[in-house]
């Protein structure tokens, strides 16, 4: 199985500010990533897929890139609304295989 | 606009078996492979299982192989979970997906709580 990991677990940030997370694959995956958001008792949301596709309705504030084995999502500006835990994911084979989140919090 | 809500759900003893459904509106069902993605209580997510828009191709995790069946009905636009010999490690809150053209995760339904305790 494809395992993947990402950095940090969690991560303070204040309004204004710009953050990266890292998702670091065990083999690569090409482009084959995705990023989901997570706000507590909610279903997760689709933010991008093929490393740097934002979904429809996404702000442009949400940015993908990477490939291969290391991947990042970067968000600007954060906001109020942006506080939630972050996953990625692998699609390239079975079984899909997520990130263990990282839980982006107000400082 | 594109909804998925899951239903049948609820509390059930170790070994007992649950179907639970997706009800999936505005698109055009039989085109899209559909998934099942669980969430163990302040876990984070695991896929479960794939099926294709035809459903003549399903894949599963390991941890389900061979307990678990995935399965879909195009005149009813609704796709299935069944679920047999549940473990406690089964519970979950169990959420369906549709994916895009490359078999990404697009849109996701709001869960279903599945518990199996005696």
């Known amino acids: 199985d494809i395992q993947m990991t990402q950095s940090p677990s969690s991560l303070s940030a204040s309004v204004g500010d710009s953050v990266t997370i890292t998702c670091r694959a065990s083999?690569?995956?090409?482009?084959?990533l995705a990023w989901f958001q997570q706000k507590p008792g909610k279903a997760p949301k689709s933010l991008i897929y093929?490393?740097?596709t934002l979904q429809s309705g996404v702000p442009s504030k949400f940015s993908g890139g990477g490939s291969g084995t290391e991947f990042t999502l970067t968000i600007s500006s954060v906001q109020s609304e942006d506080f939630a835990v972050y996953y990625c994911?692998?699609?390239?084979?079975?079984?899909?295989?997520f990130g263990q989140g990282t839980k982006l919090e107000i400082k | 606009e594109v909804q998925l809500v899951e239903s049948g759900g609820g509390l059930i003893q170790p070994g007992g078996s649950l179907r639970l459904s997706c009800a999936v509106s505005?698109?055009?069902?039989?085109?899209?492979?559909m998934s099942w993605v669980r969430q163990a209580p302040g876990k984070g997510l695991e896929w479960v299982s794939i099926?294709?828009?035809?459903?003549?191709?399903?894949y599963y995790a390991d941890s389900v192989k061979g307990r678990f069946i995935i399965s879909r009905d195009n005149s009813k636009n609704t796709f299935y979970l069944h679920m047999n010999s549940l473990r406690v490690d089964d519970t979950a809150v169990y959420y369906c997906?549709?994916?895009?053209?490359?078999?990404?995760?697009?849109?996701w339904g709001r869960g279903t709580l599945v518990t199996v305790s005696s």
């Open positions: 997906a549709n994916l895009g053209v490359d078999w990404y995760f697009d849109l």
């Open positions: 505005g698109l055009v069902f039989r085109a899209y492979p």
């Open positions: 099926i294709s828009g035809s459903g003549g191709n399903t």
């Open positions: 083999q690569g995956i090409g482009k084959s």
């Open positions: 093929a490393a740097s």
């Open positions: 994911q692998q699609y390239v084979t079975y079984p899909y295989t």
